[in-house]
């Protein structure tokens, strides 16, 4: 407890009484003792009693504090408290109660959004108290103490702060929390009311006559804040603690997550100075994202590094880089975050703690209750109350509405207390359980979107219940990407090879919705390496056939999508899939020609189309007469491309449901391009306009740049400008978001070409 404003000076303490007397009383009180009571169990006098509890005596001995306590039965927290009030009150002109001080650090960095926000709210008069909550670490309390550093000046009456110990076995009670708090202020503590509830109305009176700014440190819960909280205007109330505080009423929640990047690389280096930072920003960046951002992680390497003069932030990187060691390496003396975290860890029940030691598991990013369940055999609606709770506690993030993460550190001490607490071979097989569900489940949302001839479904039923609708599968099955994937690997090292190519084969049609994810090359890698476990050829020739279009539409690594449709190629005329091998030299195709090969593409796309002739492909000829067209074109032969394409159009794209339309789309552009390179502007102009009308697909950025390029070329050579430029600027947009560097940067020439036209 302390007193941060140099005015009013503080208070001495009133001839009739002392807060270890209130402090006795109550205690006594609630423990239901008389005097003659306590003293028979103690050994006290009773009039040694009545003298202490009326402020007479001002600071009993140890032992006979150790004896009372003994006698009413105190837990060590309240123990010591007694022990503090009685030391404070033999101090001759001491303060009246136990100082608590609101450290400030010289190096405090960032949080000005908070610090900003917490002005207004003091300096106004509407709200009068605010909580700072967030996880253990967070620098909750250093900001408080910031905040008050910087408002005292608005509170005349100074301001007072009282250590709650929220996060210890025996959180200070609301009721001897009062008794501290109106010591402070300077109300007479002989005069401070037995009765709780008479207390809270003096506590609140005497805030409402003040302009005096209160700190409650390391709140644990309503209960014990509620009664600490103004009714009126005057005093402003600041709670730290690492629960929001949901049930109280008329307070202004602010939650404390990491430093931004930025942010944590300027602490350390004014924790560091410039001498042991100058010319090593990738070893900073290195060590705030090994720290998560979090600024108590970011203290501990600073310091550990200013006691180290020898080292460098490149060898703490090279420590901390190993997950195994990196919570034993996050200690600076008595700072360490895995102390920090066991404190909230060990306030939950078992059920709770189960749950989050076992959320290390999860393979992806984050996580949904439905596979959250998964890991304790819960069902989905206690399952997502109790990831709630450890949203609550600060040990989860609700990274959106019914999504859940760990932060990076928090996944460690997670993964440290399954390990500790659980055997190995329960975290395997809880492992691979997580794993199996989240590859039915994908294989039963994949479903949704398949052709005739597709597998049959996975034997037995998924442990979630089949979508409903495409709609869905689809909302399903991108929340859950970063954990179906994730499931590859740990399936393949079971030797769950089967389960894998179905997963990999009914997902097949959903691939082409979005085309960008990095998600189809491990799947199809991971499908062709389980269909060649299992001795299957020709599903090797198809997966390694989708990891070529994976490379080559998905991430524009064209040589390597090009000898993956090889391998394929040899592996379907091994075992005569004619199929298989028109899809090769589909894929070869298309490699030659974005590596600029058009006669070889020519000459690919023609045996492509021999082949789905003779199998009867209708859908796999049209896409490959599509390409052959293009190779044309980019050969110098723009008219045989474009009657190709418009003769293509007129015809049936094949029967695959929903890849008509897109086909047709995909020849329309091709048609607007042919016309382009003829030079015959307005009707290339008129033919894009048809293109870039909203697809029902999704994930074709790169696909609407191309013709919106198009599109604006037309337009420049028609003369209007302002309309190419916006489309130009769009086009830019859309390549750089697509990660096509090389286009994004044609487009910018573009426009800077126009701007040099328009001077």
Known sequence: MTSHAPEPPQPEVPPGGTAFGVMLRSLR???????????????????????????????????????????????????ERLQRLADAGRERGGPPTPPYLLRTVPDFTGREHELAELQALATGTRTRAAVLFGPGGQGKTTLAAEAVRRLTGSFPDGSVCVQLHGMSDSPLPAAEALVLLLVALGHPPDRIPVDPVAREAVYRATLATRRALVVLDDAAD?????????DAEGSFVLVTSRRPLAGLEGVRRIRLGGLSGGESARLLERILGAPRTDGQPEAITRLTELCGHLPLALR???????????????RLVGQLADEERRLSGLVAGDLAVRGALALSYGQLTEPHRLLLRRLSLIPGHDTGPDLAAVLTGEDPLTTGDALDVLVDRGLLEETAPGRYALHDLVRLFARERLDGEEPESVAREVQLRVADWL???ASAAGRMFEAPGAPEPWAGQPATSVPESAAAAEEWLIAERSNWAGALPLMSAAGRHAEILHTSRTLYWFSDRWTQWPEWRTLFSYGARSAAAVGDRAAEAHQLNCLAWAH??????????EQLARRALELAIETGDEGQQAWAWSYITGARLSLERPAEAAEAAAKAIRLFEAVGDTAGKAVSQRVLGKALRESGRAEEALALHRTLLDTSAGDVPGLTEFVQVLLRHEIASDLLALERWPEAVAAYRTVITP?????????????????????????????ARAHFTEAHRLFTTAGDTASAAEAASALARLAGQSG
């Open 29 to 79: 009180r609630t423990a239901r003792l008389t005097l003659e009571d306590l003293s028979a169990a103690s050994g006290v006098s009773v009039r040694a009693l009545g003298d202490l509890e009326r402020g007479r005596s001002r600071g009993p001995q140890r032992r006979t504090v150790d004896a009372l306590a003994a006698a009413l039965r105190l837990d060590t927290e309240q123990r």
């Open 222 to 230: 309503e209960t014990q804040t509620r009664p600490l909280l103004p």
């Open 300 to 314: 501990i390497v600073g310091n550990r590094l200013s006691s180290r003069p020898s080292w460098t932030p490149a």
């Open 439 to 441: 590859l039915r489940s």
């Open 552 to 561: 080559g539409v998905g991430a524009y690594q064209y040589e390597q999508a």
């Open 695 to 723: 697809l029902a697909r999704r994930d074709l950025d790169r696909f609407q740049a191309q013709a919106l390029t198009g599109l604006a070329t037309a337009l420049h050579h028609c003369g209007e400008l302002p309309e």
